[in-house]
């Protein structure tokens, strides 16, 4: 199925929508082919953020990492893998508490933890699945977090490169970007 696209800025693309059943998980994951795909074809897994996806919240990156991929994977050709994973998978009600935890101090990580729930609670599985039904065992990965090179090279997937995402901070969300790079690695690079 053709999906036309159109961000708030205006840029538009038409991406192919491809739905799964069966995977590890359970959830109704969705593929974006867009552009002609090659042979190592340029992915992102994005995981689903309906804060920043749809409302626009400036407390995170999600909308304008969601916004480059879209563009970077149609000039290039590739799969955007959208996963339903909301706030690091611990559900939007969750994320939403910890944005209350958030606004007395604690950073992302400190704000999921002293809810009872994990850092980053997100497994992999059904996007290698994913890959796997879509006939692409090597991919370049866009993303700044280690994390998903790494599960996706253990699940069997050959990451050949991983390409850097641009940078969006703003004031109101240099404080989360800050503890994703020196918590979690990803790899960010923040002035000031």
């Known amino acids: 199925m053709r999906i036309p696209l159109t961000f708030g800025d205006g840029y538009s693309t038409t991406a192919e929508a491809v739905t799964f059943d069966g995977l590890a998980d359970g959830r109704e994951h969705l593929a974006l082919v867009l552009g002609e795909p090659g042979a190592v074809p340029l992915v992102r897994l994005h995981s689903e953020c309906l804060t920043g996806d749809v409302f626009g919240s400036a407390r995170c990156d999600c909308g304008p990492q969601l916004r480059e991929a879209v563009e970077r994977i149609a000039e290039t050709g590739g799969v955007l893998l959208y996963l339903r994973q909301e706030g690091r998978d611990i559900g939007l009600y969750n994320k939403l508490d910890a944005y209350a935890l958030q606004d007395l101090g604690m950073d992302t990580y400190q704000a999921n933890t002293a809810l009872g729930l994990p850092e980053d609670g997100r497994d992999y599985t059904a996007a290698a699945q994913m890959l796997a039904a879509l006939g692409l065992p090597e991919i370049d990965l866009l993303t ?3 994390d998903k090179p790494r599960q996706l090279r253990a699940l069997g997937v050959r990451v050949r490169s991983t390409v850097p995402t641009g940078v969006h901070a703003t004031p ?6 800050r503890a994703k790079a020196e918590h979690t690695g990803h790899t960010i690079r923040l002035i000031g």
């Open 172 to 177: 109101n969300n240099l404080r989360y970007l």
């Open 144 to 146: 700044n977090n280690p």
